[in-house]
Structures are given as structure tokens and as C-alpha cells.
């Protein structure tokens, strides 16, 4: 990939991008949204995958970023088929080519009341930013709409637009997954970053995602102790409570150690459910009845009525 850079293109179906070194032609079939620095088109490689998500960009240092980030992970993550210069009505520009990633974005995925569900989806995301972090990089801008949900409930990191390298300053980031916009660490690339912003994406998967941004929202001081307590609130997340308030309070920086806490939360027995004031009345009633009966049988037995 070279350092020109173009003008803006916004690729039509149909179109077919001329790939300048390898002389590939790509077809592009549709567009998929826009990507942190760039456009994202579902497009056919002539000898690849039946389908493969394109990327073309202005900011050629910027792409290259997101390319040398997916250089370095393996595993689960999308693959790196091509990357070069292209050229499309005249018009040239970077772009890179990975695999296609079917399925839809977090936000438009529910859990309902499935408390194992989510667990496997928490577990299954600790995952992916495992291989990331494993290989030196920050994702950065982890949010539900980077967070893919498979056909099959496979879990898939998108976008790596805002991937860092680990002790630079996180390039992207979104603020209500930013810690240091809760004002509970810095905007340093690491792990403790990530799994900050993880624990926010499962309070949002747990169904208090307006309590999170009403609770960002307001001026308060204490609406960082406020984001921490609201792990609480949820029964699908009472297993891993206490996991999540420590990766909110940035007490486990190794995704390692965060992804073995969560497994043996998630083994535990479920905590037993503390009765609220309603739900007492039917122990007390028993305890009344009983006195009652008791001082009924003392009085016949006193009368003769036995």
C-alpha cells in the first residue's frame, strides 16, 4: 500500500475495484456501513471466499494501523486477505479486504431473562480480546455496535479502526465505554481499558442500558460508584457480580485472570435470593398461626374443653 491518498467514493453495486499490485478486480455487491476511518462494502475476492468485507479509507497510516492490528491476532478474529491501492471510476484510493463476519450487532440482539446465555456471551467476548491482548493490542473502542452476534451466537470483534498499540494513548473511543470519561482511570492503551469497557457491554446487555446512560448523564460526582452499584440490580448478572465491579474498578488488568474469574463465578451455585420486606409476611403469619394454635390448646385444656 502506498501513501497516496484520494478524494472521497462512495462505492454503488455493481462497481469493480481494480486492486493496483495484485490485479485482482473485486466486485462490490452492497454497502455495510461506515467503519472508523472508512467505508465498509460486502464484496466477492474473484478466487476467495464467497463473500468479504471491503474497506477503503482516505487516511492510508490509518488503515494500515487497523491492517498491522489484524496482522497480529489469530484465533476468532476477521482474517486479512488483501490489502493494496485501488482504483474504482476513475478514483483511487487504500483499502484493505478481510473476511465477512455474517450475523448482526450487539444492539440488536436481546438475551431476555437467559442468564446462561449471557454468560456465555461474556465469557465468548473475554475471548476475543484475549487474542488481542495476547498480541500487544488494545481494542479500544469495544461497544455493542463492534461487538458481532453470529447466526449461531458465535462472538465477533469488528471494526478494528481503534486498535493501539499497548502504552499509546487509545486512538477511538466512544464515551460511554470510556473509563476515563467515568473518571475511573486513564485513556492508556491496555487491558484494564478493554475489559472497563466490557463490563459496560454486559450492563447493557443485561437490560440497564438506559440506567447506564442516565446515570452518565447526570453531573453528580458520585455517578462512577453509581455505574459500579447498577451491577446489582441485575439478576442475570448475580454470578458475576463481583467480577464486573472489579473490572469496573480497574482491580484486574490481565484478560487472562479476568476470563478465569468469570468461568469460576459462572460454576458457582447461583447466591441465594435475599427475601424483600413483601415477601416475609408468609414466615411471620406461620410463626403467628403457631403461637395462636398453641395458646388456643392452652385455654381449652385450662376449660376442659380438650
Known sequence: MSDATS????????????????????????????????????????????HCALKIGNDVYALQSE??????????????????????????FPFYVMSFVPGKPLGETTFGADAGALTTFGADLLGQLRELHAAGWAFGDVKPDNVMIGRQGEVRLVDYGGATRFGSSVKQFTELYDRGYWKLGGRRAEAAYDLFAFA????????LGRRVRAIAGTSRRDKAKELVALVDESPLLAAEANVLKRLLRGECGDTEQALGAWAAA???????HAPAAGERWPAYWFAGAAAAFAGAVWWMSGNGLS
Open 7 to 50: 478524494g472521497t467514493i462512495r462505492l454503488r453495486a455493481g462497481d469493480r475495484v481494480a486492486s493496483k499490485w495484485s490485479g485482482q478486480s473485486i466486485l462490490v455487491e452492497r454497502f455495510l456501513g461506515e467503519g472508523a476511518n472508512g467505508s465498509v462494502y460486502l464484496a466477492r475476492l474473484p478466487d476467495g471466499p464467497s
Open 67 to 92: 491492517i498491522n492490528a489484524l496482522k497480529s491476532v489469530g484465533g476468532d478474529a476477521p482474517r486479512l486477505l488483501l490489502a493494496d491501492d485501488g482504483t474504482c471510476r476513475g478514483v483511487s
Open 200 to 207: 459496560v457491554v454486559m450492563l447493557e446487555a443485561a437490560g
Open 266 to 272: 459462572a460454576a458457582k451455585p447461583p447466591p441465594r
